[in-house]
């Protein structure tokens, strides 16, 4: 089973141990009042233009308040907007 | 009797067992604050772009605060915008 | 006498006893915090890509929250905006 | 003395016995939440578009809080947006 | 010395006591909710198309709450935008 | 020691003395509400249209709710956008 | 490891020391109400435009209020958009 987003969505897995841990020496404090998180997409949306931004796979920095979580197959999902991207993390 | 919806707009029919099932594998938790549904489309708006994006017997995850709920025949149905699409089902 | 909508209006005559029985199928719950209405369009206003997808005598689903009510020649009116029609009942 | 308004502007003499009277068969309800008014265009705008949707002597009716009030040469007038004509009366 | 305005700018001189008494049989009650006012023109701002519409010297009714008064060498001004002026008058 | 503003932006030194004397004959009231201020420009934007508009060395008046102010080399200054520019003083 | 940022942001490193000190002469006084800070830019967006008018290793005076703090690597970091730097400091 897969979700396919619309125009520019992408799905995002949160990683939330790996957001209380430390992804490649990036550690987002508590007291930050807008928190970004971290999480892989698995899924990029029709628009032409994402897709040449970002891919399946990559993991990213995202604001915290767009979207909303659901669980797919165990996993901990999100649809998030493009302006909600903040930075792919290499 | 059909509803043909203009512009940006699709028809769902709720699918209210399922959202309270299990479909595909997605659980939509309670604690969600903006909670997404699952939905089957049941028509789709005059838009031409969004006729490329989405098509009658898709299952959407759509943005729950999108549109408002009435009946037709005897199912639940909702109005809402492509901006309120998060995903198709596949 | 007849009214000339501009630009994207539509004049739909409320149909109110319709409302309440049940047009092609169609319930509206109260419950419905947006509740929409059934209407039948009088006049079409002047914009061309609206001429395309509406004509004087469709039954509409219009937003509840569009408009306001005044009396013509004894039938109750509506002067709503395209974003408002929800869809064609065909 | 006459009044040229800028761009989508029109100038409106606001009929208020005709509003208290009936305007071709037209009713307005005091009960009416966003009471649309009805009055007689007496300048248009510089707006090439609007030009060709109304005219001086079109009476329109159109949405109560667009503009404000004034008297010039002992009439009651109003400066209103092409946004708040609703529709030529005919 | 002179204000120069830039874009949709205008310069207007605050005609106080003609608000006070009747240009051209325009009275401005008192009651009214958003007050226009009468200004003279005195200096007209860069863009292109607002220099068609109105010239120094026009005498023009303008929204109240556009812009804010200072003195220029006696006189009291306001810069206001296009959109604040309502109609040239004539 | 410069700043390179990006964009629509100016960067203007303050001119608290010349505010409160009174350069060219210019008084800004206390009274006024949304108060404009007076400054000279020593930085103009990447944006090639307002090169067109303003160089520096121009004393402008400005809106007061624009920007904020630091001290540069012992200035006082501000970095304003172009729609906070109200008129350049000649 | 690296912060790719998207469309028309930059990652910038929180000089909080030079905030404290001084750079090149500018001091941004407490009181100030929208109080600006400096960052040196180390990261920039995929964005055509923004390549133009910004580098990696420029020092920027940015709004305080654009994006949110998190550590990398042990710097102190920020994603802001390009409509929050207010100028580079050269």
């Known amino acids: 089973m897969k979700l396919k987003p619309l ?4 799905v ?9 841990k430390n992804i490649g020496g990036i550690i987002i404090p508590d007291t930050a009042k807008e928190k970004p998180q971290i999480g892989k997409i698995i899924a990029v949306g029709t ?8 891919k399946v796979g990559d993991n990213v920095l995202y604001s915290k308040y767009g979207g909303d979580e ?3 197959e165990g996993k901990k999902v999100k649809v998030i907007s493009r302006s909600d ?6």
């Open 12 to 20: 995002v897995e949160i990683k939330e141990e790996e957001n209380e």
């Open 70 to 72: 659901f669980d797919i």
């Open 47 to 54: 628009e032409e233009e994402l897709k040449k931004l970002v």
């Open 85 to 90: 991207i903040l930075a792919v993390i290499e």
């Open 7 to 10: 125009d520019d969505r992408v």
